[in-house]
């Protein structure tokens, strides 16, 4: 097992429900959703994305994000020395593999993975035992083409039994009116959000990211 020096994505805010906004491409999202409250937001570098984003661009974006907000690289299916190349301009807190890349590939990375594992119908729990302890499992609608980013939820039945056995990224048609339910059925490390909070692909929506939080915030005050 490999041990990663670096600290949990979002560790700081446990008590909260810990949110990741995804394919940002413009600053004024990602601030907006650092000064909610976000733990990470993603930064999609797979060229058949609609969120895609230059690497060069997307290093502005890092930059302007305060401490305890990680920005996370999303990639697909791409090499791994493209994929180190981006980490190190960044630099990037976690990469996330959301194709069918090994992740033995990616070991030398020193920034943590997300593995995102899409989950079809009647997908076993323990299928998700193959990947790596070291490895966050992020879970998805089931796309090969669009990879993530659909706006379709997934089985959250199979999702909070996930849940209970590692470390889970929550994503797949996460919005304000369902992330409530969301949480408090499957109780993920995080939720991933993109297609939820956007008014078109890339462009988040600053009233969909208030409510989103808002939602996330009552969930945490029952708890």
């Known amino acids: 097992m490999i041990s990663h020096p670096h600290p949990a994505i979002g560790e700081p805010d446990a008590a909260l429900t810990r949110v990741k906004i995804c394919g940002v491409t413009r600053i004024q999202d990602a601030l907006l959703a650092a000064d909610l409250g976000a733990s990470a937001v993603g930064l999609v570098f797979w060229p058949g994305s609609p969120r ?33 190349g981006v980490a190190r301009l960044i630099p990037l807190g976690a990469v996330q593999l959301h194709g069918s890349e090994s992740i033995a590939g ?17 997908f076993e729990v323990t299928a998700i035992d193959l990947v790596p302890l070291y490895v966050t499992v992020l879970l998805d609608a089931h796309d090969p083409v669009r990879r993530g980013g659909t706006g379709r939820t997934i089985d959250w039945s199979v999702a909070a039994a996930i849940a209970r056995r590692r470390r889970t990224i929550l994503s797949g048609g996460l919005n304000a009116a369902n992330v409530g339910e969301a949480v408090t059925r499957v109780r993920p490390y995080m939720i991933d959000v993109s297609s939820g909070v956007e008014s078109t692909p890339g462009v988040k929506d600053p009233v969909k990211l208030r409510e989103l939080f808002a939602a996330c915030r009552a969930v945490d005050n029952r708890s």
């Open 106 to 122: 990616f070991i030398r990375l020193t920034q943590r993975l997300i593995k995102a594992v899409p989950v079809t119908e009647g």
């Open 52 to 84: 895609s984003i230059d690497p060069y661009r997307a290093r502005a974006i890092a930059a302007a994000l305060p401490p305890g907000v990680m920005p996370i690289g999303v990639f697909v299916d791409q090499p791994a020395e493209f994929v180190m």
